[in-house]
């Protein structure tokens, strides 16, 4: 495992690179999920898959910017799903991206993801990886990922990120997030999945919602690629993540790019949207 760690480290170097020197223009290309495909996007792929082929390890990688997953090693253990340059769309006016990563034994599934991982290109470049129990936070630092802490979150927080179309969500979605807020929770949502999630952890808690939706019914946020890692790193650190009727990473997804509706937070808040979504579905 360390040296897909490795890996990931100098896809991200070199993917922060890309961004600091790179025009930001579009390819003429659309991803799987319909989206126009950014020249960065196209390139940050393109390293991540160069960085990963190069591990014995590594049975197939699946990435958000490609239609079908590709075997690299028949004899290898670890599947591994990435988002390359989440949020990519956000580079061109300086907010914080990231790149997401699932690492999973044997097969794409929640049930067998072992590690997930995700680095945040922003002020500064950091990364978050989660295994056997412990969500690890690095700093980029003189051209070395250093150590920095142990993540864990708060049973309860201070933080709202409520994603999606307002005028789509649900009443009971509506009420519950207006209710949140009548509390004094503090509304952080910059758009970009991975800062607004690495905010939640490192501000010790809070709720991030990607609902679903009348416009999306089964919401915006890929399973293998952006669903399954957060929610492994969440419950990691000692949060939860939910699709409103359970665990996430207990459901099973029939396509590479499905999405699923997900609730990401520290305990409290999650059992809160349970408690909601039970009455409500
Ligand atoms: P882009 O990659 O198209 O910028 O979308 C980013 C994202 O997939 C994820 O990073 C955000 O959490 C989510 O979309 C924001 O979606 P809304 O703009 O619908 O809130």
Redesign the pocket.
Known sequence: MNTILEAIQKSAIRIKHAIDVKDIGYSQEQNSSG?TQLQLDIQSDLIIEEELSKIASVHTIASEEKEHPMTLNEEGRYFIAFDPL?????VDVNLSVGSIFGIYDGGFSGKRMVAACYVVYGPRVELVFAQDGKASLYLLQNGEFEYVKEIRLNAKGKIMAP???QQHWAPYHKAMIDSFFARGYRLRYS????P?LHQILLKGGGLFS?PGAADKPEG??RMLF?VFPFAFVFETAGGKAVDGKGRVLEKIHAHVHDTSPCFFGSSEEVEEVMSVYAREQ
Do not use: A, N
């Not at 989440?86 to 956000?90: I, M, N, Q, Y």
């Not at 758009?191 to 991975?194: A, D, K, P, R, Y």
């Open positions: 989206e989440d949020g990519s769309s956000l994603g999606g179309t758009g970009g999945m991975v607004d990607y915006k946020l952006e």
